[in-house]
């Protein structure tokens, strides 16, 4: 038996589990199972303050599923991360996959059965981050194969959802995906999208404003407007470059950069176009992190440096003179972000994770404000947002949903041994 760990000195006491033995026979004190529809058995163990997922399948599925999200995360792309995988086991077992649990990641499950998980037009949150992940995906050159609510985890993010990978036994990597390859995968989450709705409305654990036929067939208009922003080309006269900020500033909106443009001219040289070169999700995030060091969603980040921004603001005309965004940010972060997190009670930190709470704050603050017609401080605002908001919200650190009385549905095997169709067959089809 092998045991082949991608970061050891982050995880040294994953040796300690017994993975000779089948892991339907395992019996740990913090084991729990993993609610929803899967092809493999899984646990999800607790050691230590850290939580992992273990998913048993075939020694092949199992390498080739700890390459591929090696090479994801490696790329900056969303998905759990990968801690370890098994092999060789004695009479020929199935080998296993162990992965960190995405902490204060939450099953479509428990967001679209409205319990307790309040997050406004969720049905257009949770398709927006769907469809923002699969676009991820494609531009990285990734064929998915099996594009589903339940092979997704959604992270809150600033009153948005985003959306992370976390099954891609069926996927595959190319340096690009052709026409033919995108549309493929973009049927197969449809297809995929739809049943999941509709097993839980047969279970009566979907929310009755959300139609799985509704929000099925708007994946495909949602991927092709995003794509065509993120890809297309865009012409513009030699003395309009005004356009061409635009299209940066749009680009910049949805969290993409741009890592070269490709300006030329065309005809006599009266117009000109602009290809871009988009490089990875995370414009935003990155700027924050480079900024304070502090990791976030992409709306949180964006939301975060807007109050760094109106911090500096606030300096500027306290002491009349302008400072550089970097020294401003790191007052902020010792004058404002990290006083209102050390004074939420240690217990409830487990609630959310901390760039959300103090998104949440500003937003609590931003209504008392509204309530009261008058400016509310932010740490006036803190104790009722910890009485009125976080002590009731369900913790989502390590979330276990109850399990879900969905029918079951009839799984197909993928009709190709290790990869998807190569391009031109998936263009065919």
Known sequence: MRLQLANPSTHPRIATLPFARRLDDWDLPDMHGVPGLHRHVVRLIELGDISYVVKELPDDLAMREYRLLRELAEDGLPTAEVVGVVTGKPDDDDGMLITRHLDYALPYRSLLSGRGLTIPYLGERLLDALVGLLVRLHLAGFFWGDCSLSNTLFRRDA??????????????????????????????????????????????????????????????????????????????????????????????????????????????????????????????AERLRALTGLAAGENQARRLLNDIRGFGAELQDRTGSTLPENVVAVRWLDQR??????????????????????????????????????????GAALQSYIDDVLVGAPDEQVHLPEPTAEIPVITM?????????APDAARDR
């Not at 959300?356 to 401080?377: G, K, M």
């Open 159 to 284: 009153g948005a959802l985003s959306a992370y990978v976390i099954d891609v036994e069926t996927g595959a990597r190319y340096p690009t995906l052709s026409d033919g390859q995108r549309r493929l995968d973009l049927q197969i989450a449809t297809e995929n999208v739809a049943g999941g709705l509709l097993d839980l409305q047969a279970g009566g654990r979907l929310t009755a404003d959300i139609d799985p036929w509704e929000v099925s067939f708007a994946i495909e208009e949602r991927y092709s407007r995003l794509w065509a922003e993120l890809t297309q080309p865009d012409e513009f006269d030699a003395n309009e470059f005004f356009k061409l900020e635009q299209r940066l500033e749009r680009l910049h909106e949805l969290g993409f950069d741009v890592e070269e443009m490709e300006i030329v001219s065309t005809g006599d040289g009266q117009q000109m176009r602009f290809v871009p070169r988009v490089v990875e999700h995370g414009y935003h």
């Open 337 to 378: 972000f990290e006083p209102i997190i050390n004074a939420i009670p240690p217990d409830l930190m487990s609630k959310l994770e901390a760039a959300e709470i103090y998104h949440q704050l500003l937003e609590h603050r931003w209504f008392l404000s509204e309530e009261a017609r008058v400016d509310i401080p932010l």
């Open 413 to 421: 095997e993928p009709s190709w041994s290790d990869d998807p169709p």
